[in-house]
């Protein structure tokens, strides 16, 4: 595995590929990799020729007060998982590489980077899609892999991606979870075993959703009131957010007809955790 800091190297050495007739895929990552990525990464696997993955924890997408400082960082670790998963580069970037002191230039989608955690988070979007739109431009993949488990995310950058031209495919991977049903997440580790425990209730949420929603309940406000009741059994969850929207546009729907994503934000102890599902009826 090519392990490379440089943005100049990144960008030869991806050229090179590409230029001899290889698929590039990529998957950027903010480190302390879990089950989650390295099945994003066997994946991406099965879809390219060379697989390039990154580690940078990216300081525009974190608000004042948040945890961009505690973040969990542990990159030995990171770099033999990325090793047993196949990657054949692993591109380590400096922040002020990425972002030099005369750095000006931001890159935003306007509509989608609000609501759900827009609006919690108002620059978080800004600086997903900056910190993307960059990558892409050293890394130039012909394929860039994204979980959905940020699903808002995953919507922002296709949209940025198909806005400005990118010649990139984002593909999506459905959420990896714990054999218990928590959505797989670096700040899973904030938890204390109890409250990963309440945790759980996230998760029953959401299969309660999907079996409303398959028993043939369409109404938004029935679909919200049954996914506070299951939070509810858990007293320690905070929601910050439960919505349901639009799973292309993320505007609200009253009523769950087409595809729609059923997101929500609960907050427990230090941790704020997302999920979602997406329906169709």
């Given amino acids: ?27 950027p990552t ?5 089950k989650g990525h390295l099945e994003l990464m066997r994946f ?72 759900l955690c827009g609006d919690f988070r108002p620059d978080h979007f800004r600086g997903v899609a900056t ?11 012909d394929e860039a892999f994204f979980g959905e488990k940020d699903y808002q995310q995953l919507v922002v950058i296709r949209k940025m991606a198909e806005d400005l031209n990118m010649p990139v495919k984002v593909t999506g991977f459905p959420t990896v979870r714990e054999a218990d049903g928590l959505a797989m997440s670096s700040r899973n580790t904030y938890l204390s075993e109890d409250e990963h425990l309440e945790a759980l ?13 398959g028993e043939g309940e369409r109404e938004s406000a029935k679909v919200l009131a049954a996914i ?4 509810a059994e858990s007293p320690s969850l905070v929601s910050e957010y439960i919505a349901i929207v639009d799973a292309a546009t993320l505007q609200p729907v009253a009523r769950v007809v087409g595809k729609v994503l059923v997101a929500l934000a609960v907050r427990i102890g230090k941790a704020r955790l997302i999920d979602n599902v997406v329906v169709e009826a």
């Fill in 228 to 231: 506070q009741e299951t939070l």
């Fill in 201 to 213: 209730a996230i998760h029953r949420a959401l299969q309660r959703v999907r079996d409303l929603v």
């Fill in 131 to 141: 910190v993307v739109a960059k990558l892409f431009n050293i890394v130039a993949p």
């Fill in 44 to 115: 991406a696997r099965e879809h390219c020729d060379v697989l390039v993955a990154s580690i940078f924890v990216n300081p525009t997408q974190f608000g004042p007060g948040e945890d961009y400082g505690s973040y969990p960082r542990d990159l030995e670790r990171d770099m033999e998982l990325a090793g047993w998963a196949k990657v054949d580069c692993l591109f380590l970037p400096e922040p002020g590489d990425i972002y030099p002191a005369s750095y000006r230039t931001f890159v935003e989608v306007e509509g989608l980077s609000t609501g």
């Fill in 1 to 27: 595995m090519h392990v490379i800091h440089s943005i100049a190297e990144m960008r030869n050495w991806a050229n090179l590929e590409k230029m001899a007739g290889k698929k590039v895929g990529f998957v």
């Fill in 30 to 34: 903010m480190g302390y990799l879990h």
